[in-house]
């Protein structure tokens, strides 16, 4: 599975690991992913999403209708 959050699409972004005698490597930032249970009221069931931490926070407050509406919107699918 990909480290992708699935309710904003992030995923890892690249940058470099510059040690103290400036060996400069590649590297990945990882989005701080959490696995959550959401229980749907309209379906009346529970759906297990893995999004990051600021996405849930986000979830608290528009609700997981909205925000899976704007993915929509804006992957275009």
Sequence with gaps: MAR????TGLGPSYGKSISHAHNVSN????????????????????????????????????GYRAM????KQKTGK
């Design 68 to 71: 899976m509406a704007e993915l």
């Design 4 to 7: 992708r959050c699935e309710l």
């Design 27 to 62: 590297r990945r930032f990882m989005p701080n992913l959490q696995t959550k249970r959401i229980w749907l009221d309209d379906e009346k069931k529970w759906i297990t999403v893995k999004a990051t931490a600021k996405a849930l926070k986000t979830l608290d407050k528009k």
